[in-house]
């Protein structure tokens, strides 16, 4: 097992995350079928957490 940025080489292939078609990121999980960033296709509302750092 190999840790941090060469390990990211073995993640081609299968994709589960496609961009978002709302927030533009690519952290839609299609089989999940929501996004991992805003919340989409989960909920109407924008997904927050209020450990999330206001920017
Ligand atoms: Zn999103």
Do not use: D, F
């Not at 999940?32 to 999330?52: D, H, V």
């Amino acid at each position: 097992m190999v840790k941090g940025t060469p390990s990211m080489g073995k993640k081609s292939g299968k994709k589960n995350m496609i961009r978002c078609r709302r927030c533009g990121k690519r952290t839609y999980h299609i089989r999940k079928k929501k996004c991992a960033s805003c919340g989409y296709g989960e909920s109407s509302r924008l997904r927050k957490y209020n450990w999330q750092k206001k920017k």
